[in-house]
Structure formats: C-alpha cells, structure tokens
C-alpha cells in the first residue's frame, strides 16, 4: 500500500481497499464472490489505495483524491474530497457493473484513475444507486441532446415517460467557501461564512446539453452533487433562468437518499422522488437573512 496522507489525529485502523470491501461488503448484503470481481475490475492506481477508518465517523474511507489548492496564503485543504467513503466505491462499482456495458464499462473504470476527477467520475454513477434494477438505463447517450453532446443518462420507466438526465459533482462553490475561511471570514457564530457564492454555477454548460422538448413527451433534467447548501431563492431564481423546455426538473444532493428538487409547473414531484427512490427535503437549502 502506498503511505497514507490522511492526519494520524484522524487514521484508527488501516487495511487494503479489498479487505476493506470485505468488511463494507456484510453491510450491503453483497457477497463475496461479487466483492472479488468487483475488485478485480478496478485499475491497479484504485487497487494499491489503502484505506483506513475515520476515527470522527466511524466510516472506512480510501486514499484517493485530490487536495484543494491555490487557496490564500498557499494554503491546501485537506478533508474528505480526498478520502471518499469504501461503501461509495462499493455501490458505484457494483451498480456501475450492472447498468453500463462495455466498452463504456472499462472508459468509465479507467476514468476513476484520474485523482482530479474522481470525484466528478464517481458521482455519474450516483443518481442510479436506488432505481429500480428493472428500469431500462442506457450511459452516456448520444442524439438525443443538442448537437453531438452526450448525456449522462437515459432511463425507461415501462409506466411512465422515458427520461434524460445529466450528472454535474460542483467544488467551485466549496473553493470558494474555503478562501473565506483562509482568509479569515468565520461568520459570526466561528462555525464558517454563510454561502454566498453564484448559484448559477450549479447549471453551467448544463442547458446547452439538452435539445428543446416538451415535459409530455420526455422529461430532461440534470443531478447536482455539491458540497454547500444552496440559498433557497437564488437557486430558485436560477432554474428559472434556464430554458423550460430543455431542463424541466433539477435535484440537488450529496450523495444522500434525500435531496432538494425543482420542477417546472405542471410536472408532479412524486414522478422524480419514486424513479430515483429519493425524498424530497429542505435540508440542502438555507433562507439568507
């Protein structure tokens, strides 16, 4: 295994990333004849990562990620974009085993080696993790957006309208939240500034993606991971800035089984909540006052 970069303050127990899916794996319900080829799949930057337990946690986390930078004072923050969850790359892995086909299978796994875009590489996987394993998905679709663009997904619910979704993992707004508290803006309980980046951020180059159709003929929307929670008006404001016709519903979220959803009128709430098995909830919004 390679060294560890992660504070000794905060490193219990350490391992390999394949004993590590072994202990996370019991909790999943997956076996371990599945772990052992699940594993095997990962390139071998993936597999020489060590993993440790998260003594604030409690959670097995791995090494592989790429500290924030360039901050004021040459500073570097180091934290959890760096050390994702076992179980995350478990779930990815396993679900993305099962809803992506190859070649795009062994792009998408090599594409995990890039210790800058992990993150954005794992979360395209992470709008998947609860539907329902009978419901029709293809990866990385073409000639349904604007030009020769591709989307992230398109899924077929047999009951319900066929579906274009997009997946976008946000730091820009965490960077900037980071320069605050370098540069010594804790807010007035010490805790952090209040958010006050552009919220538009969450939907760049995202509308350009999607060719203009109507929500009674497919439903286009796009899957926001960020970091921060969003002002409520502002991100309201900006969705309804975007072009009805080609995003018509967005949910913001981490990486949770709940998250905050926008929809155009005249689309129910309970069509995205039950495709994704997701909740809706006011927990990645806050009222600036």
Known sequence: MTN????????????DLKSAFMAIAVQIGVSKDEVNRLFNMLPQPLQRAPAFCDRITNLWRYDFGFPIDQLPGDSVAIGTHMFPPVERLLRVLFV????????????YLQRLTDSAKHQDVLAEVSPMLEVNKNISSEFEVSGYGAGK?????????????????DVKCR??????GLEQI?????GPDGKGPTPAHDVTILFKDTEAKFSQNSPKEILQGVWVVTQLQQERSE?????????????????????QKDAYILVRDGIQLETVTSLFSITHSDRFVFDRR
């Open 182 to 186: 370098v540069s010594g803006n804790l």
């Open 171 to 176: 730091t820009k707004d965490l960077i900037e």
């Open 96 to 107: 993305a085993n099962m809803r992506i086909l190859e070649p795009k299978l062994s792009r």
């Open 149 to 165: 663009r591709t989307i992230d997904w398109l899924l077929r619910p047999s009951k319900s309208l066929t579906v274009l979704l």
């Open 235 to 255: 991100l309201q404001a900006a969705f309804k800035l975007l072009d009805p016709l080609k995003l018509h519903f967005a949910v913001i979220t981490n990486w």
């Open 4 to 15: 560890l970069r992660v504070p000794k303050l905060l490193c219990g127990d350490v391992m």
